[in-house]
């Protein structure tokens, strides 16, 4: 399925990582003006104690190293504790992990009347539903752990906007194709081979998200939208019928 959203660059992957440069040690600038200053037999002692200087310079910077890498170590167990469980373990979107959000988000405005952002907030708002209503404080915090082409956090307010934006764009989208159904643009051919274009982009974006649909499911869901717009087709070729004879 990744293929459909295109692979990202090497390199884009927003959880990548970079490792810190390790520190590098100084010499001792002392211990060389003494070298300079001494005789033969001095320079010999001073060059051994610098030597020595530079070992224990060496021990220290490997010492201060390992610190870090602990602390780093420490952190990074920390970051995952942060983390919540139920977002650890969801595993949504995990079919276009390599994808970038801009290609995604191509894909779906070539589709449908909805952004990368809108789907995924309103799949995350169903799926993080509770009781008392929808976590979005959590999902926007979140947010990059939870969706792979997702790259910042949101405040519950710019979540809260996303949901009422794909909400919108649904109904709107809903009445525009019911209108041009029950209008008589279209054939009940026209109608039939637009309803299997639609039905197969619903479907790879549940396939997307995760939702393996078997053979079964897919007929019988399409049998209730086919059957669904029979009705449509014949209450509006009713409706024009009753209209017709009304106006004679």
């Not at 997307?208 to 399409?222: F, Q």
């Amino acid at each position: 399925m990744t293929d459909e959203f295109g692979e990202a660059d090497e390199g884009s992957d927003p959880a990548e990582s970079v490792e810190d440069a390790e520190p590098s040690a100084s010499p001792s600038t002392d211990a060389a003006g003494a070298a300079e200053e001494s005789d033969a037999g001095v320079e010999t002692a001073d060059t051994a104690e610098t030597e020595s200087d530079g070992d224990m310079h060496a021990a220290s910077d490997a010492d201060a190293s390992d610190g870090d890498d602990a602390a780093d170590a420490d952190t990074d167990a920390e970051s995952e504790v942060d983390v919540p469980e139920d977002v650890q373990k969801y595993a949504r979107f995990k079919k276009v992990d390599g994808a970038q959000y801009d290609r995604v988000n191509d894909f779906l405005r070539e589709r449908t009347y909805v952004t990368a952002r809108e789907w995924a907030i309103a799949r995350l708002c169903a799926d993080f539903r509770t009781e008392t209503g929808v976590e979005m404080t959590k999902i926007g915090e979140n947010l990059p752990e939870l969706v792979p082409f997702m790259t910042d956090t949101y405040s519950p307010q710019a979540v809260n906007q996303a949901r009422s934006a794909f909400r919108d764009k649904v109904r709107k989208s809903g009445a525009t194709f019911l209108y041009g159904a029950m209008s008589g643009f279209f054939t009940a051919e026209e109608l039939d081979e637009m309803m299997y274009e639609v039905t197969e982009i619903a479907k790879f974006l549940l396939e997307v998200e995760g939702v393996d649909l078997s053979v079964e499911e897919e007929l019988e869901a399409e049998e209730r939208i086919s059957s669904v717009m029979r009705e449509v087709r014949e209450a509006s070729t009713e409706l024009r019928s009753e209209e017709l004879s009304n106006d004679d």
